[in-house]
């Protein structure tokens, strides 16, 4: 059978897809001069734009939902859907991604990493990113998420002849290959229940509104329990939740900071993309198993991030452990079960991005100038960079949820709202014991960046492209805080059944 593809669909996954393969083959023709190094980046961050126009241009198309790779064509289920979730997730990434390019050209600047294998891995990884929160089957899923994974390791690596870098690059593919195992193994067992990949037809068998192919009725319970179990464990890898989360601190410290920039916010956001779509989508009848999971997992994700971001004097490290910390707010409203909670976890994913990326080109700027990138590194950095000390500072006070950063204090409102409404008042009071928690070591670090500096503070370096990343992010958290509602109104599921 012929399937007919619609081109314009999946546009912005292909247009990521080209552009690799251009740098791959400008790299391997053009000579290494530091103009070459300066225009891969620019071909790399002209194909993110461009696949991010596609993207708004699929957003104001409105209308039905878009699809293809359908099996028989033109008719349901279909492998690849751009709804509203797709769009709000492929556009957080590109648009994070402009980020990530942006202080990878400050990066490379340096040396010692191959441009063109830098850049194609970062595109291979986009190209993951955006496909992910499209695929309708648990085979598509799979491999996108898989695509999102497998060239960060070689990205955590490049830096050659770095010993932390190595180890990281090590401890995530070993933490990543369990985990796919893991969810591979609970994927199985949900396609052997079902008879079917795709997640509306999961949806209707485990709803009871279609038979099961021929497994004992006695036995699909245990079985779907099992599977709903791995899959979730195998998710809880990928967005660092607990009980598996220590692999991030050692990560995201070894690994570049673009690359911990793109843990942090597109690796994130394509494993809760894919989390979401099987949870609310493919397993919606069996909300009544894993949402009490969820609860948990968001208890003791917050908890942990928390109590081990109070210990750190790393920069970075810091960041790893807040980053695995907020991962806790984003599950917690998957505690409620329904899609419109679903929406709320993504109204927040989407304003902590914007927060976190701040963050991650502030800390790029500062790692310029000092080799350790300590905390007290940052003291009198308002007075020696404003532009910087204010941005750092502003995106601090957004990620603890304090006024005037009106988007953080938005976006835990939208999961206080949901966990309420369902009656969680337990997973609300540990999220409000956590909220105070994190306030501690947001404002310990903002008030050093006012802090007069104690000896010869090492000046933070200038790149004009970090510059950049640093004002986009900046830009973003500042929209977000003039209206934040208008980010849950734009990602409330809508097509996802």
Same mark, same amino acid.
């Given at each position: 059978?012929?399937?007919?593809?619609?081109?314009?669909?999946?546009?912005?996954?292909?247009?990521?897809?080209?552009?690799?393969?251009?740098?791959?083959?400008?790299?391997?023709?053009?000579?290494?001069?530091?103009?070459?190094?300066?225009?891969?980046?620019?071909?790399?961050?002209?194909?993110?734009?461009?696949?991010?126009?596609?993207?708004?241009?699929?957003?104001?198309?409105?209308?039905?939902?878009?699809?293809?790779?359908?099996?028989?064509?033109?008719?349901?289920?279909?492998?690849?859907?751009?709804?509203?979730?797709?769009?709000?997730?492929?556009?957080?990434?590109?648009?994070?991604?402009?980020?990530?390019?942006?202080?990878?050209?400050?990066?490379?600047?340096?040396?010692?990493?191959?441009?063109?294998?830098?850049?194609?891995?970062?595109?291979?990884?986009?190209?993951?990113?955006?496909?992910?929160?499209?695929?309708?089957?648990?085979?598509?899923?799979?491999?996108?998420?898989?695509?999102?994974?497998?060239?960060?390791?070689?990205?955590?690596?490049?830096?050659?002849?770095?010993?932390?870098?190595?180890?990281?690059?090590?401890?995530?593919?070993?933490?990543?290959?369990?985990?796919?195992?893991?969810?591979?193994?609970?994927?199985?067992?949900?396609?052997?229940?079902?008879?079917?990949?795709?997640?509306?037809?999961?949806?209707?068998?485990?709803?009871?509104?279609?038979?099961?192919?021929?497994?004992?009725?006695?036995?699909?319970?245990?079985?779907?329990?099992?599977?709903?179990?791995?899959?979730?464990?195998?998710?809880?890898?990928?967005?660092?939740?607990?009980?598996?989360?220590?692999?991030?601190?050692?990560?995201?410290?070894?690994?570049?900071?673009?690359?911990?920039?793109?843990?942090?916010?597109?690796?994130?956001?394509?494993?809760?993309?894919?989390?979401?779509?099987?949870?609310?989508?493919?397993?919606?009848?069996?909300?009544?198993?894993?949402?009490?999971?969820?609860?948990?997992?968001?208890?003791?994700?917050?908890?942990?991030?928390?109590?081990?971001?109070?210990?750190?004097?790393?920069?970075?490290?810091?960041?790893?452990?807040?980053?695995? &910390?907020?991962?806790?707010?984003? @599950?917690?409203?998957? $505690?409620? =079960?329904? /899609?419109?909670? !679903? +929406?709320?976890?993504? %109204?927040?994913?989407?304003?902590?991005?914007?927060?976190?990326?701040?963050?991650?080109?502030?800390?790029?700027?500062?790692?310029?100038?000092?080799?350790?990138?300590?905390?007290?590194?940052?003291?009198?950095?308002?007075?020696?960079?404003?532009?910087?000390?204010?941005?750092?500072?502003?995106?601090?006070?957004?990620?603890?949820?304090?006024?005037?950063?009106?988007?953080?204090?938005?976006?835990?409102?939208?999961?206080?709202?949901?966990?309420?409404?369902?009656?969680?008042?337990?997973?609300?009071?540990?999220?409000?014991?956590?909220?105070?928690?994190?306030?501690?070591?947001? &404002?310990?670090?903002?008030?050093? @960046?006012?802090?007069? $500096?104690? =000896?010869? /503070?090492?000046? !933070? +370096?200038?790149?004009? %492209?970090?510059?950049?990343?640093?004002?986009?992010?900046?830009?973003?958290?500042?929209?977000?805080?003039?209206?934040?509602?208008?980010?849950?109104?734009?990602?409330?599921?809508?097509?996802?059944?």
């Amino acid at each position: 059978m012929i399937q007919q593809i619609d081109y314009f669909v999946i546009a912005p996954s292909l247009v990521l897809a080209l552009v690799a393969g251009l740098v791959l083959l400008l790299d391997a023709f053009l000579p290494a001069r530091p103009r070459t190094q300066t225009g891969l980046g620019l071909v790399t961050l002209a194909g993110v734009l461009l696949s991010l126009g596609f993207v708004v241009a699929q957003a104001v198309r409105g209308g039905p939902a878009l699809s293809t790779f359908c099996v028989p064509p033109g008719t349901s289920p279909c492998s690849y859907v751009v709804d509203r979730f797709t769009l709000a997730f492929a556009g957080l990434v590109l648009v994070a991604a402009v980020v990530v390019v942006l202080l990878s050209m400050t990066e490379l600047a340096g040396g010692g990493i191959p441009v063109g294998e830098w850049h194609f891995l970062l595109l291979c990884t986009l190209v993951g990113a955006v496909t992910l929160p499209a695929s309708r089957d648990l085979v598509m899923l799979v491999v996108a998420l898989e695509l999102v994974s497998l060239p960060v390791f070689a990205l955590t690596a490049l830096k050659r002849y770095d010993g932390r870098a190595s180890e990281a690059a090590v401890k995530l593919f070993v933490v990543s290959v369990v985990s796919t195992a893991i969810m591979l193994f609970g994927v199985s067992l949900l396609y052997g229940v079902t008879g079917s990949v795709y997640l509306s037809r999961l949806s209707a068998v485990l709803a009871g509104q279609a038979p099961p192919p021929g497994l004992p009725a006695d036995a699909l319970p245990a079985v779907v329990t099992v599977g709903v179990v791995l899959v979730v464990a195998g998710f809880a890898f990928k967005i660092a939740a607990v009980p598996f989360h220590s692999w991030a601190a050692d990560v995201y410290q070894g690994a570049p900071v673009p690359v911990a920039a793109l843990l942090s916010v597109i690796s994130k956001a394509a494993g809760f993309a894919g989390l979401i779509l099987v949870l609310v989508t493919g397993l919606s009848g069996q909300a009544g198993t894993w949402a009490p999971i969820m609860g948990i997992l968001a208890a003791l994700t917050m908890t942990a991030g928390n109590l081990l971001a109070l210990r750190q004097r790393s920069a970075v490290r810091l960041l790893a452990w807040s980053s695995v &910390a907020q991962s806790g707010y984003i @599950l917690a409203p998957l $505690a409620v =079960g329904t /899609a419109e909670a !679903a +929406g709320a976890s993504t %109204a927040y994913l989407i304003i902590y991005a914007a927060m976190n990326l701040g963050a991650f080109a502030v800390v790029m700027l500062v790692s310029r100038g000092s080799a350790r990138n300590e905390l007290d590194d940052y003291r009198g950095l308002a007075f020696r960079r404003p532009a910087a000390g204010i941005a750092l500072a502003f995106c601090l006070i957004c990620l603890a949820g304090l006024p005037p950063g009106l988007a953080g204090l938005f976006a835990k409102v939208f999961v206080f709202r949901e966990i309420v409404a369902a009656g969680s008042g337990w997973l609300a009071l540990v999220m409000a014991v956590n909220t105070v928690i994190g306030l501690y070591y947001y &404002a310990l670090w903002t008030a050093r @960046l006012f802090a007069p $500096a104690t =000896g010869a /503070a090492a000046p !933070a +370096g200038r790149h004009v %492209a970090t510059s950049l990343a640093v004002g986009l992010a900046l830009a973003a958290a500042v929209l977000f805080s003039v209206a934040p509602q208008l980010v849950l109104d734009m990602t409330l599921l809508s097509a996802t059944g």
